[in-house]
């Protein structure tokens, strides 16, 4: 069974950082895109940054400078370091990954269950 587990999210007051973590693990054969989306109330989700298996990286503009994607394959594991955190970033964030695990051929997308950020003073 293959499952993402997400941490690091809470409250942070304007300027400050964070940095989410989402482990990868169960019966995997290979790691794909990874990346985290994130849903504000009563807006759709969106996507904050992706990073390719070779460590390619794309963010949403809202986060370009601010935000730094990063994994590390061995451990199956994407970060996210959020800095200069403002309160419109504050959202349920979501990991994802493409894993084509051990018992089926096929590709998958999974989904970490959510953390929350809320940035307020």
């Known amino acids: 069974q293959v499952q993402l587990v997400e941490s690091g999210g809470g409250l942070v007051q304007p300027g400050g950082s964070l940095r989410l973590s989402c482990a990868a693990s169960?019966?995997?054969?290979?790691?794909?895109?990874m990346g985290w989306y994130r849903q504000a109330p009563g807006k759709q989700r969106e996507l904050v940054a992706r990073?390719?298996?070779?460590?390619?990286?794309n963010y949403a503009d809202s986060v370009k400078g601010r935000f730094t994607i990063s994994r590390e394959n061995v451990k199956k594991t994407v970060y996210l370091q959020m800095n200069s955190l403002k309160p419109e970033d504050t959202a349920a964030y979501y990991c994802y990954a493409s894993i084509l695990p051990r018992s089926w051929g096929k590709w998958n997308d999974y989904w970490g269950q959510g953390t929350q950020v809320t940035v307020s003073s």
């Open positions: 990073i390719t298996s070779g460590g390619s990286a």
């Open positions: 169960g019966s995997i054969s290979s790691l794909n895109d």
